[in-house]
Each structure stands twice: as C-alpha cells, then as structure tokens.
C-alpha cells in the first residue's frame, strides 16, 4: 500500500523528527509513502481565529494537493478534524464538493490509521519508562480517537502507561485559546501539568503536538522533571 503524508505546517517547522519518525512506522509496516513537497497547511489556524476566505484559499491548494485516490496520513488530529469536520461549511455545494467528499474520507490521524486501516497493534518498539496519555480534544471529542493510541502504547515494550486524573480535560491549548485569553489557557495546562506529575509519569504523550508544545512551555517555565513525546515518536523507539 502507498498512502501520501501530510505534514502540518507547525510539525514541519518545529518537530521535523516526528514527521520522520511517522515515515519510518509506516514503512516499517509496509507502506509505501509519498510526500508531495508543495504542501504546507490544512488552514486551522485562519479558520480558528475568523479567516474563512483566507482558510478556504488554503484549502483548495490542500485538496488539489491530495488529488488521488491514496490514504492520507498525519501526525496531528487537530488538523484531521479541520479536514473531516470544519471543511464542509467551506466547501459544501461549491465546485469543490464532490473533491472535499473524497478526502474527508480517506485521510486519518497516524494511530487511527495504524490500529483501524492496517490493523496494527505492535510496531516492536520499545521505551522503558513511566507514561501517561493525554487526550487531545480534537481527537477525543471530534474524532472518538481513544482506544487506538493506547492500544499501541500498551504494545510498547519497557513501557508502564498509566492513567492520570481527569485524563478528558482540556490542556487549554485548542481553538486559539493561548492567543485570546492566555492565563485561562496557562491555568488550564498547569493542571494538566499538575495531574501527569501526581500520576508519577516520566512522559506525557499525545497524538497532537499543538497539546505537548504547550504543556511542554509550562513545563519548562515550572522546571517540572517531566517531558512530553509524541507517539509516532514512541513507536519508533528502541528498534532492533
């Protein structure tokens, strides 16, 4: 199977190792992947704060980007979610809509696309340390993505996965929050931050690093002994 990856445009940027790492599980499992080079952005960030027209702009170039008729696979749900959810009021009933259709169907977050279209469960990675997950809001409440992510953690060899305290609750780093009212936001991940430490983790991991880089940013200010960690990350540790 060759499935295309789509790299968000802050992953790109900030986290290029992850994106590397998603390439090296994927192949791992026997994809083949394809990059196409011109993209950069699903348009989250102007739909969130108000830009429709500058959004759907960013849009088209996404869908004619993704044209075919492959998987598309990603490291972040926030930006599956604005495809599957948030692109319908933009391009519904325009010159775009059977085009949307398409790829609102075929494109999935890495570890739904591992656990539910390939049916993998252990990738034979390994991490020996103390870890708790944290549900994304996009992922959680606007993809149902739950059990897939822990079902590979708990494949992962040397790796203890515990449950923090209100594991549901918001971070405070979603729909642009940090931006608009940032001691809400603060608050909102240092008890978050508070939460993962009493679980005694080493690590916390998601599936959504706009989540990780803002608990990792009051982790540093607080000078917490913990760091966050991307799955696909995870999945590529420790290989033999």
């Avoid at 429709?52 to 998987?71: A, M, N, P, Q, T």
């Avoid at 009212?181 to 991991?205: L, P, T, Y």
Wanted: with cysteine.
């Amino acid at each position: 199977m060759i499935v295309d990856i789509f790299i968000p445009c802050y992953i790109d940027e900030y986290y290029p190792g992850t994106a590397t790492n998603m390439v090296k599980v994927l192949e791992r499992l026997g994809c083949g992947v394809n990059y196409n080079m011109e993209q950069t952005c699903c348009g989250q960030p102007a739909y969130i704060d108000g830009y429709r027209d500058h959004c759907k702009k960013v849009g088209e170039k996404l869908i004619h980007e993704f044209s075919d008729e492959r998987y598309i696979v990603t490291p972040a749900a926030s930006c599956v979610s604005m495809v599957k959810n948030h692109y319908q009021s933009l391009f519904h009933n325009s010159s775009l809509h059977n085009e949307y259709k398409i790829i609102r169907n075929k494109i999935y977050e890495f570890s739904d696309f591992l656990v539910n279209v390939l049916h993998a469960t252990d990738v034979g990675a390994r991490l020996d340390a103390v870890a708790t997950y944290h549900d994304s809001c996009t992922a959680l409440r606007e993809l149902g993505i739950k059990e897939a992510p822990r079902t590979l953690l708990s494949k992962v060899r040397g790796l203890q996965l515990v449950e923090m305290k209100d594991t549901e609750l918001c971070c405070g780093a979603g729909g642009g929050l940090p931006r608009k009212f940032e001691s809400i936001a603060v608050n909102m991940g240092e008890e978050k931050i508070r939460n993962a430490s009493d679980s005694q983790a080493e690590f916390i991991i998601s599936t959504d690093y706009q989540c990780l880089m803002h608990m990792q940013g009051i982790i540093a200010k607080q000078q917490k002994p913990l760091k966050v960690m991307h799955i696909a990350d995870v999945l590529a540790s420790g290989w033999e």
